[in-house]
């Protein structure tokens, strides 16, 4: 292991905490995750479960001396640690040496204000002096205390030298995510697929708000009330459509972060290479490219959790690097480093720490703190391919291993300062900027009940198919049957009106697997009902008819008429549980038996100013309903 600075050797996490219980000599390590034990006997053996932190609650902010009460049933004696903000690394502290009393209970006063303002993990370790032991983070948010090492320096890293900043983000104003990504910086899933947590990742607005701006912090907050799957979050930095950042060789990613150590917390930050994201199929490369396999480079995987079944060792994580689906590359490297014995001999989950990785066309260099804990040759795939990041706070999932949250309410934090990212090449002008969304003068009509807030789309709400994506949907109520006064995606008004027929009703619809302002654009509709479109401002124009159905699918056509009846258009559409959360376009003609997928329809080219959709069903049990329409202009 190579070191760019200091490197200060530290005890074992047992001795860092003052005590050990006693052990008998004839016990075994744990043999479930070697890597992390090493076959050392005096590590995750021995740990039961026995500490409740009764004040303050997990999670939560405090200011200034703050009594912490808990209990630890079978427990004698409970030793209180927190990391300072003394010196270059910082320092560990002891908050208190508590014999509890006889209802297994004690408390301290933790002083605040003398320790780093923000995130603060405050740390307990109990013992009953029969070999026995727990440990449990209690993660809380210093609203005081003294600002240390917040935000991004004024230096550049190191392993960056000769390239330039090509992207950064303090975390210190408004978040900008969206669920994939269009109209800001992040997406809020896995780009091209395959979302790994136990507990969900969800949107920025979704169940539970994972996502929160403090400071100048990101915070991901992982939770699970009572009766749901929990939620999560993830940040992806491009989009489906391949925009975003992503870098050529030579190139530096750093994220500097804390995460919590509890049972199955699988904090991480990592790249990929591109592939065929943004891709059309019908490029001749795509094949290829697909064929190529891909390259994941973990920069950072902590895995959280102390004691027999938890992979946790102190202050160990793991960095590794995946070729996937790539043949004769032998096996992949991978390291463990102990962050007990570098920057100062403080784990992850203690205090911030930064994490790099360098990518040239030779050598792929991760870093902690600015030392070289992995070294490997450059695989053919990163070389020839843009590199993307991601920052996420998985909760168990296809990691395998077990997770238990019940004891932190489940309840527990991510916390992260800043990401940048460094190129030895020039990046084209506007890099990294949030592009535009849709198409400009965009009109979006979505039908709503009128007090259904999961029909209502916000204003900061985007849906639609991902080139034709808009914000400022107009909530059509159908407790009304005209509508004037409607506005564009900018938000500008529009001479457009829209009545509907006497009979006009409205339909709750099934979303399918969409998410954010789709899941709200596809759970309401309008049946039994022609759509009359009157005014459209342009020469020539689309439309898109965004289609809902209930529990079952339906069959049938949907029409593009003139004002006097005529059609001018018609397609067959088959609305099923196959077209789920995907936005696949109608194909076949009126009448025709059509494919299991379709949600919508688009009629191009139209020129009529004036015009009205009809919807026919043709079979299944469904409910079938308009759920909303767009009038896009074009050339």
Same mark, same amino acid.
């Given at each position: 292991?190579?070191?760019?600075?200091?490197?200060?050797?530290?005890?074992?996490?047992?001795?860092?905490?003052?005590?050990?219980?006693?052990?008998?000599?004839?016990?075994?390590?744990?043999?479930?995750?070697?890597?992390?034990?090493?076959?050392?006997?005096? %590590?995750?053996?021995?740990?039961?479960? !026995?500490?409740?932190?009764?004040?303050? +609650?997990? #999670?939560?902010?405090?200011?200034?001396?703050?009594?912490?009460?808990?209990?630890?049933?079978?427990?004698? +004696?409970?030793?209180?640690?927190? $990391?300072?903000?003394?010196?270059? $690394?910082?320092?560990?502290?002891v908050?208190?040496?508590?014999?509890?009393?006889?209802?297994?209970?004690?408390?301290?006063?933790?002083?605040?204000?003398?320790?780093?303002?923000?995130?603060?993990?405050?740390?307990?370790?109990?013992?009953?002096?029969?070999g026995? /032991?727990?440990?449990?983070?209690? /993660?809380?948010?210093?609203?005081?205390?003294?600002k240390?090492?917040?935000?991004?320096?004024?230096?550049?890293?190191?392993?960056?030298?000769?390239?330039?900043?090509v992207?950064?983000?303090?975390?210190?104003?408004?978040?900008?995510? !969206?669920?994939?990504?269009?109209?800001?910086?992040?997406?809020? &899933?896995?780009?091209?697929?395959?979302?790994?947590?136990?507990? *969900?990742?969800?949107?920025?607005?979704?169940?539970?708000?994972?996502?929160?701006?403090q400071?100048?912090?990101?915070?991901?907050?992982?939770?699970?009330?009572?009766?749901?799957?929990?939620?999560?979050?993830?940040?992806s930095?491009?989009?489906?459509?391949?925009?975003?950042?992503?870098?050529p060789?030579?190139?530096?990613?750093?994220?500097?972060?804390? #995460? &919590?150590?509890?049972?199955?917390?699988?904090?991480?930050?990592?790249?990929?290479?591109?592939?065929?994201?943004?891709?059309a199929?019908?490029?001749?490369?795509?094949?290829?490219?697909?064929?190529?396999?891909?390259?994941?480079?973990?920069?950072?995987?902590?895995?959280?959790?102390?004691?027999?079944?938890?992979?946790?060792?102190?202050?160990?994580?793991?960095?590794?690097?995946?070729?996937?689906?790539?043949?004769?590359?032998?096996?992949?490297?991978?390291?463990?480093?102990?962050?007990?014995?570098?920057?100062?001999? !403080? !784990?992850?989950?203690?205090? @911030?720490?930064?994490?790099?990785?360098?990518i040239?066309?030779?050598?792929?260099?991760?870093?902690?703190?600015?030392?070289?804990?992995?070294?490997?040759?450059?695989?053919?795939?990163?070389?020839?391919?843009?590199?993307?990041?991601?920052?996420?706070?998985?909760i168990a999932?296809?990691?395998?291993?077990?997770?238990?949250?019940?004891?932190?309410?489940?309840?527990?934090?991510?916390?992260?300062d800043?990401?940048?990212?460094?190129?030895?090449?020039?990046?084209?002008?506007? @890099?990294?900027?949030? *592009?535009?969304?849709?198409?400009?003068?965009?009109?979006?009509?979505? @039908?709503t009940?009128?007090?259904d807030?999961?029909?209502?789309?916000?204003?900061?709400?985007?849906?639609?198919?991902?080139?034709t994506?808009?914000?400022?949907?107009?909530?059509?109520?159908?407790?009304?049957?005209?509508?004037?006064?409607?506005?564009?995606?900018?938000?500008c008004?529009?001479?457009?009106?829209?009545?509907?027929?006497?009979?006009?009703?409205?339909? %709750?619809?099934?979303? $399918?697997g969409?998410?954010g =302002?789709?899941?709200?654009?596809?759970?309401?509709?309008?049946?039994?009902? *022609?759509?009359?479109?009157?005014?459209?401002?342009?020469?020539?124009?689309d439309?898109?008819? &965004?289609?809902?159905?209930?529990?079952? =699918?339906?069959?049938?056509?949907?029409?593009?008429?003139?004002?006097?009846?005529t059609?001018?258009?018609?397609?067959?559409?088959n609305?099923?549980?196959? =077209? =789920?959360? +995907?936005?696949?376009?109608?194909t +076949?003609?009126?009448?025709?038996?059509?494919?299991?997928?379709? #949600?919508?329809?688009?009629?191009?080219?139209?020129?009529?100013?004036?015009f009205?959709?009809?919807?026919s069903?043709?079979?299944?049990?469904?409910?079938a309903?308009?759920?909303?329409?767009?009038?896009?202009?074009?050339?």
């Amino acid at each position: 292991m190579k070191s760019c600075r200091l490197v200060c050797a530290a005890a074992t996490f047992l001795a860092a905490l003052v005590f050990t219980s006693a052990r008998a000599d004839n016990v075994k390590a744990s043999e479930e995750y070697p890597e992390f034990y090493n076959g050392d006997s005096a %590590k995750g053996i021995d740990f039961v479960q !026995s500490i409740k932190v009764l004040a303050p +609650r997990y #999670c939560s902010n405090v200011k200034g001396d703050v009594t912490v009460v808990f209990e630890a049933k079978g427990m004698t +004696r409970v030793l209180a640690r927190c $990391w300072s903000g003394e010196g270059e $690394w910082g320092k560990d502290t002891v908050l208190a040496d508590v014999k509890l009393d006889a209802r297994s209970r004690g408390e301290f006063v933790f002083h605040a204000d003398r320790y780093p303002a923000g995130p603060t993990t405050i740390r307990l370790q109990a013992i009953d002096g029969k070999g026995h /032991q727990d440990y449990c983070e209690l /993660q809380v948010y210093n609203l005081g205390g003294v600002k240390w090492k917040q935000g991004i320096p004024k230096s550049d890293p190191p392993g960056a030298k000769g390239m330039n900043l090509v992207y950064k983000d303090d975390f210190d104003g408004p978040l900008s995510i !969206s669920p994939d990504g269009r109209g800001a910086k992040y997406a809020a &899933h896995k780009t091209g697929g395959g979302d790994f947590s136990g507990w *969900p990742f969800s949107d920025q607005e979704g169940d539970c708000l994972p996502f929160g701006q403090q400071d100048t912090y990101l915070r991901i907050h992982a939770s699970k009330p009572f009766g749901t799957k929990g939620r999560t979050g993830i940040l992806s930095s491009i989009r489906p459509d391949g925009t975003g950042v992503a870098v050529p060789v030579p190139a530096y990613f750093e994220c500097r972060l804390i #995460c &919590h150590s509890a049972p199955g917390s699988w904090g991480a930050f990592w790249t990929l290479s591109k592939g065929t994201i943004g891709m059309a199929k019908d490029d001749p490369k795509f094949a290829e490219t697909k064929a190529g396999g891909c390259d994941e480079l973990d920069v950072l995987e902590c895995y959280g959790g102390y004691g027999p079944r938890n992979p946790n060792h102190g202050g160990k994580y793991g960095v590794t690097t995946h070729w996937w689906g790539q043949k004769d590359m032998g096996k992949a490297p991978h390291a463990f480093p102990d962050a007990m014995k570098m920057a100062g001999g !403080s !784990s992850w989950s203690w205090t @911030f720490h930064t994490y790099g990785l360098l990518i040239t066309e030779t050598d792929t260099v991760y870093y902690f703190d600015d030392v070289e804990v992995l070294r490997h040759p450059t695989g053919p795939v990163t070389k020839s391919q843009d590199t993307w990041f991601l920052i996420n706070y998985a909760i168990a999932g296809i990691s395998g291993w077990p997770y238990d949250l019940e004891r932190y309410g489940n309840e527990s934090d991510m916390w992260v300062d800043w990401v940048r990212v460094y190129c030895g090449k020039e990046m084209p002008k506007g @890099f990294g900027e949030v *592009p535009s969304v849709g198409v400009k003068g965009t009109i979006g009509l979505n @039908f709503t009940s009128g007090k259904d807030d999961e029909s209502v789309m916000r204003g900061w709400d985007i849906a639609g198919a991902l080139d034709t994506a808009q914000l400022n949907w107009n909530n059509l109520p159908l407790n009304r049957k005209s509508f004037d006064g409607l506005a564009d995606g900018e938000g500008c008004a529009t001479s457009v009106s829209v009545a509907l027929g006497t009979k006009a009703r409205h339909e %709750k619809c099934e979303p $399918w697997g969409f998410g954010g =302002g789709d899941k709200r654009l596809h759970a309401a509709g309008v049946a039994d009902s *022609p759509i009359a479109v009157k005014d459209v401002p342009f020469e020539k124009f689309d439309v898109i008819v &965004h289609l809902g159905a209930g529990i079952n =699918g339906w069959s049938g056509d949907v029409s593009l008429l003139k004002p006097d009846g005529t059609e001018l258009s018609a397609y067959a559409v088959n609305f099923g549980w196959i =077209g =789920g959360g +995907r936005y696949v376009e109608a194909t +076949r003609e009126k009448g025709t038996d059509s494919n299991k997928a379709d #949600c919508m329809v688009v009629f191009r080219g139209v020129t009529e100013k004036s015009f009205a959709i009809q919807f026919s069903k043709r079979g299944g049990k469904g409910t079938a309903a308009v759920a909303g329409l767009q009038i896009i202009p074009t050339k």
